[in-house]
């Protein structure tokens, strides 16, 4: 762990271009409320986020320390989410061990670069502690969780995700019957937030600016604009290197194994069966590449010239099939409404993408929340 934080610390560095001297220079001739008013105007509503990027980019001591801390905290949080119980540092460990099958362009734009760390890595971590902080259940712990979270919303598609789990939560307590007091205590500033974030000026201007990555898009449908979020997601997971697909496949495969649970054995032997094929597929593909089901190149990525052909529709039915039954599984393992959660709340903030003419502009870190929804599910699959 210690030359693993070692090399990020070393490894980051300011680029000498596009956000990162945008940022590291926006204050020079302006002051840091006349900035954000102008952002939130005019561009985005991620004033919280873009505030603290402001006034700490240009001290590098803080970035190349919270980048390690923020990485280690998000392992320690999604593993005390998913596994409550058990050795605390073995349990992070392993999600960072998970965290490093993410597609290292994922990772990097999410967490490496400077820009991405401010509006991926650090609101993720702050949600996660949120999220802890929260099943604590106590008064205290959900007001500074609600204060972690009306920051980390500012992040869309964490707003968004939000919205999925206050959803979640809400079900969960009307199926339980439990005292929605607390709920209310940790969801009423993070929602007022999402509202004044989502709502800025600036996000409708930010889209009339990229409708000019796909000038088609205006006569596109909601059917069309849902379509190509779903492609996008199923582009990544079935990138030929997407080696968290194949580390998902081997978890489910080893948990079944080691269950001892004597319900639905033959449906999970099943399941096993069908994830410990995919994960023969994924290295197979790595000798020879079996294009027909996973995307090794651009060329052979699902974009909206080739929507009429069998690739299309084999590797759509594909990605599907393999969140239908990793849904299955969770059902099989006691955790429907968890497991139910991480994958369509992971398809969520991908699928929005869509909604945005940016979304064949888009960079991986997009991929970066949904990827630590998949862990979080894997590593409950270890839960007893």
Known sequence: MAVFFLRLFTSVN????????????AL??????????????????????????????GMSLFWKCMIPVSALVTAWAVGRIALPKGNRWMIT???????????KNVFHDAALWIAGFYNYLLPISAAVISIVL???????????????????????????????????????????????????????????????????????????????????????????KVSHGFATYANHTLAGNNYLLFFSCVAIVASSLINRNVNFISERRYVSFFFAFMAIFFVANKIYPLNFIFNNTDFNALTVDKIGGISTYVKYLISMVIAVTIIYYSFLSGFFRYGLFCIIGGMTVVVMVGLSPAIYAERPRVFFISDLLLIALCLRCFRR
């Open 14 to 25: 300011l680029l000498p271009t596009d956000d990162d001297q945008y940022f590291l220079h």
């Open 28 to 57: 020079d001739q302006t002051s840091l409320a006349a900035f954000l008013h102008d952002r939130y105007m005019t561009w985005s509503g991620r004033s919280p986020i873009e505030a603290i990027m402001v006034l700490t980019i």
């Open 93 to 103: 460990i392993c999600t960072l061990l998970a965290i490093c099958t993410i597609n």
């Open 134 to 224: 929260y099943y604590k259940r106590k008064k205290s712990c959900s007001i500074a969780a609600s204060i972690l979270m009306a920051y980390s919303v500012s992040n869309e598609q964490i707003a968004v995700l939000f919205f999925v789990f206050f959803g979640y939560e809400i079900l969960n307590a009307i199926i339980k019957k439990t005292n929605i007091r607390h709920h209310l205590i940790f969801f009423t500033l993070p929602i007022a937030s999402s509202i004044v974030w989502l709502s800025s000026p600036g996000n409708a201007s930010r889209f009339e600016v990229e409708k000019n990555f796909l000038l088609e898009f205006t006569d596109f449908s909601l059917l069309d």
